[in-house]
């Protein structure tokens, strides 16, 4: 059946059929970036703080309001004249006027409101709502003690700066425009200075309207702080969404082409062996002259040369399988109880004849009476060759390669092979891991490979729950170690020993 590839697998990371999504994002992430480089003196930082300053006065309205009603029922209660309703009646009306103007400000949108102008409305508002505290100092009572009014009207002052602070932090300045005036007035007209007490009253109401604007402007930038991590969040969760957008996008395309491209090497296996397999077959018969004798030497050696390059072609097919199977997690382990040092022996025989070619001496050193290996033998006998194979290439006439099976010090067994060859770069070792990947040296000496010998490997090694390292310097030589983790070693049960006089069990159960 002809090969279709899907029609799906051409997306782009960011979908195409999805623009309506993706202006969207594009949008946040710009505002988001937009609001992430705010900071005070912003004008959008400015409105966010002013819709924050009128969120508070509307949210305390009843507050200031409460406290006048208070501090006018004590004043009755005391002696004070009428004059104590009317300035309850003023400074209420003032602070009505200020809720609304305060709420008026909060329902607009932060884009309509302009920072300079509702500043100035605010600054007038709470003026005006100063002058209620103004009159206030300066009030006068008949009927009470003269040396008690002074101090009961610094203190019902301290109570009002003190409430402001909190109230109106989000706007600086507002606390100084509120109280400076009716604090000049109570130093100036409602107190004795040459008295002691009421001087201290005086002085303390002087030095208090500093230090609660040092305080209100502590906690406006701790509200500049806030509202800065409030938006270093909402930033940070629209980046995180956008990720994830485009992520998912990104892992849709890749299962797609990961579907794209095991279909392809499914149909390319098939497509491309069964020519091959005609190609092998005949040059074989044709180098072996089976129907005949041929009469050109030079044709014989063309046959040998198809039957060798139509067998490298097989085997880089072969391992192009292998991997791909071993990425998509495809590649099955049929497991059985595995004595390496026989495999690792078979391997080296098979090699033999190449090292002989080249003059290499393989020298093998293994450990005895090592138990069994719970692991597939078709993948370990494959991890060897591969090893050996690039050892055998690698190793200059006249080398040495020395093979061993052993102990690791965690209890698990390993295969190593070393040569004496000319090593690889230090950092060229990730690249000769990587999937294709040769070096520098395979490279100029022209070797045939595909560089897909050591990723497979370590594919396998990886499915077997191992590890595959791999050493090297420049002209003294590689290892390569294969090491199987100690859960696959399969420890020897010892036997039973029955006692003389008790009778053998029954095999089966009665």
């Known amino acids: 059946m002809p090969f279709q590839q899907s029609t799906t697998a051409d997306k ?107 500043r100035n409305i605010f600054f007038v508002s709470h003026f005006v709502s100063g002058l209620g505290w103004a009159y206030f100092a300066s009030l006068s009572c008949i009927a ?37 005036l009716p604090v000049a007035i109570y130093a100036s007209l409602g107190a004795h200075l040459w008295m002691p007490v009421q001087s201290v009253m005086a002085g303390l109401l002087v030095l208090a309207l500093p230090f609660f604007s040092y305080v209100s402007s502590n906690m406006n930038r701790s509200a500049v702080m806030l509202l800065s991590f409030r938006r270093e969040v909402d930033g940070l969760i629209a980046e995180l969404e956008t990720a994830k957008s485009m992520s ?8 797609e082409a990961n579907l794209a491209k095991s279909r392809f090497l499914a149909s390319m296996s098939h497509e491309l062996r069964t020519p091959l397999n005609a190609i092998l077959g005949f040059s074989e018969v044709m180098a072996s002259e089976v129907l005949g004798p041929m009469q050109n030497d030079t044709y014989r050696d063309y046959a040998r040369d198809i039957h060798g390059s139509g067998q490298h072609l097989l085997d880089v097919i072969n391992e192009i399988l292998d991997l791909s199977r071993i990425e998509a997690g ?37 450990e005895s009476d090592m138990p069994r290996l719970y692991a597939d033998e078709r993948s370990v006998r494959q991890i060897t060759l591969n090893l050996l194979s690039n050892a055998v290439k690698f190793t200059g006439s006249g080398g040495e390669i020395i093979v061993k099976v052993g102990w690791t010090v965690g209890g698990g067994q390993y295969i190593s092979v070393k040569d004496n060859g000319p090593g690889i770069p230090e950092d060229e070792i990730p690249i000769v891991l990587s999937a294709f990947g040769q070096g520098s040296i395979a490279i100029k000496s022209a070797e045939q490979g595909t560089g897909l010998g050591l990723p497979i490997v370590q594919g396998m090694m990886a499915m077997h729950g191992g590890e595959f390292e791999l050493h090297s310097k420049l002209r003294e030589g590689t290892e390569a170690i294969a090491i199987f983790p100690a859960s696959r070693v399969m420890e020897s049960l010892p036997a039973i020993h029955r006692q003389q006089d008790q009778p053998p069990a029954r095999r089966f159960a009665s």
Not at 248 to 255: F, K, L, N
Request: overall charge positive; charged content about 25%.
């Open 330 to 366: 495809r590649y099955t382990l049929n497991e059985e109880p595995v004595t390496i040092v026989y495999v690792v022996e078979e391997c080296c025989r098979l090699m033999e004849l190449k090292s002989r070619n080249k003059d290499i001496r393989i020298v093998q050193q293994y």
């Open 248 to 255: 998912d996008e990104a892992r849709g395309r890749a299962e």
């Open 144 to 180: 009470c003690d003269p040396d008690y009014l002074p101090v009961f009207k610094a203190v019902v002052l301290l109570l009002a700066i003190a409430a402001s602070a909190l109230i109106s932090s989000s706007l600086r300045g507002a606390l100084i425009v509120t109280f400076a």
């Open 12 to 118: 782009f990371i960011v979908d195409r059929r999805k623009t309506h999504r993706n202006s969207e994002v594009s949008r946040a992430v710009r505002k988001t970036r937009d609001r992430l480089s705010q900071r005070a003196g912003n004008p959008e930082f400015d409105r966010e703080l002013l819709k924050l300053h009128a969120r508070a006065m509307v949210s305390s309205a009843t507050a200031i309001p409460l406290l006048v009603l208070l501090i006018a029922g004590a004043g009755l209660y005391f002696g004070m004249e009428a004059n104590i309703l009317i300035w309850a009646l003023v400074t209420v009306t003032c602070y009505t006027a200020v809720a609304f103007v305060a709420r008026n400000i909060d329902r607009k949108n932060p884009s309509d409101i302009k920072s300079k102008r509702v």
